[in-house]
């Protein structure tokens, strides 16, 4: 219990000090386009919703959350601090879980987790991207808590369904990847349709998002894409492309993630189920910076899933 306390203050101060860092240096809130919509136009997209019925509220919850807070600044930027810190105490409950009791080690080692560059960014934003990162962590509690999550998720992004394929049994994952293949060649044309409507998208909104696209390769490029860019997010190389700050901050999180696993298991976080469920990201993003926010929580998720796999604790369903 105490250290859980522990955890959770040291999430909160760390967010609040990466919050002051950010507001010295010229980050302010508004920092992320979303950020704006969020603050500005809440209310009345809330109410929008709720004239088109339940339907109109998958992935598009957040704005109601936004809307009962307020459109309030303050309390949606405090309130993602506090699920930072409520996540991290699910990461010290999988990391115990996994690794056994916290020694010195092994605590320097969760530190890896807690207290990751992106994520504590996040945390100083308006942005949803906090919130569907602990419900992507809870599903790796349990089967209960897995339900619980997936029929929550669709409400803030309905894509974010595909988090919870990294915890499918080989035989249903394999069976849903021969479905896919199967549905892309009887309905060919109408996919390749919706996969040329996505590369058309203009998705690369930052000056240091210079990570290649390979939009003008059409299919071609939609397919490297899928191969290339998953593994430019699962070993960090993705900064290479442009040394700003922003990807380097990103890129070091990455790191952290594999020196876990590494001194813990030998290996790094790449699996076949988070490189193959990546990639159909890349099929629907066209900039890597709103790429890598799509994926994070496979990367969140990923450390705990190698660990949990080689120590042989997690029960696939």
Same mark, same amino acid.
């Given at each position: ?148 999550? =997936?029929? !929550?998720?669709?409400?803030?992004? @309905?894509?974010?369904?595909? #988090?919870?394929?990294? $915890?499918?049994? /080989?035989? %249903? *994952? ?72 922003? =990807?380097? !901050?990103?890129?070091?999180?990455? @790191?952290?993630?594999?020196? #876990?696993?590494?001194? $813990?298991?030998? /290996?790094? %976080? *790449? ?47």
């Amino acid at each position: 219990m105490k250290f859980n306390i522990h955890i959770f203050t040291l999430s909160l101060v760390a967010a609040l000090a990466t919050l002051i860092f950010e507001r010295a240096i010229g980050i302010e809130w508004d920092f992320h386009p979303d950020a704006i919509t969020y603050a500005m136009t809440s209310h009345e997209i809330s109410q929008n919703i709720m004239g088109g019925g339940l339907s109109s509220a998958i992935n598009n919850s957040y704005y109601f959350i936004c809307s009962l807070l307020g459109q309030s600044i303050l309390a949606i930027i405090a309130m993602n601090m506090i699920f930072f810190a409520l996540a991290n105490l699910v990461i010290l409950k999988l990391h115990i879980k996994f690794t056994g009791d916290v020694d010195l080690h092994k605590y320097s080692l969760l530190l890896l987790l807690i207290l990751n560059p992106y994520r504590l960014h996040l945390a100083t934003t308006m942005l949803k991207d906090t919130l569907i990162i602990f419900l992507a962590l809870i599903s790796l509690m349990g089967f209960r808590n897995w339900i619980l999550s =997936f029929m !929550a998720m669709p409400f803030l992004r @309905v894509i974010g369904v595909f #988090y919870y394929g990294v $915890l499918l049994p /080989r035989a %249903i *994952f394999a069976f849903g990847v021969f479905c896919a293949i199967c549905i892309f060649f009887i309905f060919n044309e109408r996919v390749v349709g919706l996969m040329l409507e996505f590369n058309a998208n203009q998705m690369q909104f930052r000056e240091f998002d210079s990570v290649p696209s390979f939009q003008d390769s059409g299919l071609i490029g939609i397919a490297i894409r899928y191969v290339v860019w998953p593994i430019l997010a699962l070993t960090a190389s993705f900064s290479l492309f442009g040394l700003s700050v922003p =990807f380097l !901050a990103v890129a070091m999180g990455v @790191v952290m993630f594999n020196i #876990y696993t590494f001194s $813990l298991v030998g /290996r790094s %976080i *790449f699996t076949w189920k988070i490189f193959l469920l990546m990639g159909v990201f890349a099929i629907l993003v066209t900039g890597y910076g709103s790429y890598i926010r799509y994926v994070y929580p496979f990367l969140v998720m990923a450390p705990l899933i190698v660990i949990s796999q080689s120590k042989s604790r997690l029960r696939e369903f």
